[in-house]
Nanobody
């Protein structure tokens, strides 16, 4: 059974940093695009960043130059390094990955990890 687990959230002061991880477990799959989304209370879920299996990245304007998405294909894990955090970055962050399993492409979501930026 293939699963996606995201982790690394927490409480941090403004200007601080956090690193989120997104690990796919199971067997017989290949990881394609990995993306991070976030949802703040009362708001729609929005794309933060994504990276394809060639390493090309894309970021929301609000996080450019502060967040960095990366991946380790040997560990089937994606990361989101978040620096210079602001209170408006507070949200539940969700990892999404497109996994190819025996030729079938499926979208998987992590359970979400809370990021709170507050003094």
């Amino acid at each position: 059974q293939v699963q996606l687990v995201d982790s690394g959230g927490g409480l941090v002061q403004p200007g601080g940093s956090l690193r989120l991880s997104c690990a796919a477990s199971g067997s017989g799959f290949r990881m394609h695009t990995v993306g991070w989304y976030r949802q703040a209370p009362g708001k729609q879920r929005e794309l933060v960043a994504h990276i394809n299996n060639s390493g090309s990245t894309n970021y929301a304007d609000s996080v450019k130059d502060r967040f960095t998405i990366s991946r380790d294909n040997t560990k089937n894990t994606g990361y989101l390094q978040m620096n210079s955090l602001k209170p408006e970055d507070t949200a539940v962050y969700y990892c999404n990955a497109i996994l190819e399993i025996f030729g079938v492409f499926r979208s998987y979501w992590g359970q979400g990890t809370q990021v709170t930026v507050s003094s």
